[in-house]
């Protein structure tokens, strides 16, 4: 299996920009698929973006397209989301996860412990 730890989080203004970080130990991180989730409160969990194991396949969640960039570097066995135009809808934990198949709609398996991201207007 393969732990996951998040890290990046913080409050930014809407419009600006923040890079979260997810490191990932155990078993071989290219093994996975990766994806953002983000929960806001009260709100249902929901997928932002996912990759494919070695990076060439990527999607988005339609409220990102254009504003948010998820990538990986294997080599150091992270999974980074890049957001920019920040908007206050975007407030959420911000969770990575790692599934054997690619997909915004693939059975995630293991979960990080989340980073909380705030946008003020």
């Known amino acids: 299996q393969v732990q996951l730890v998040e890290s990046g989080g913080g409050l930014v203004q809407a419009g600006g920009s923040l890079r979260l970080s997810c490191a990932a130990s155990?078993?071989?991180?290219?093994?996975?698929?990766m994806a953002w989730f983000r929960q806001a409160p009260g709100k249902e969990r929901e997928v932002v973006a996912a990759i494919s194991r070695y990076g060439g396949s990527t999607d988005y969640a339609d409220s990102v397209k254009g504003r948010f960039t998820i990538s990986r570097d294997n080599a150091k066995n992270t999974l980074y989301l890049q957001m920019n135009s920040l908007k206050p809808e975007d407030t959420a934990v911000y969770y990575c996860a790692a599934a054997r198949s690619y997909g915004l709609r693939a059975e995630y398996d293991y979960w990080g412990q989340g980073t909380q991201v705030t946008v003020s207007s």
């Open positions: 155990g078993r071989t991180f290219s093994s996975y698929a």
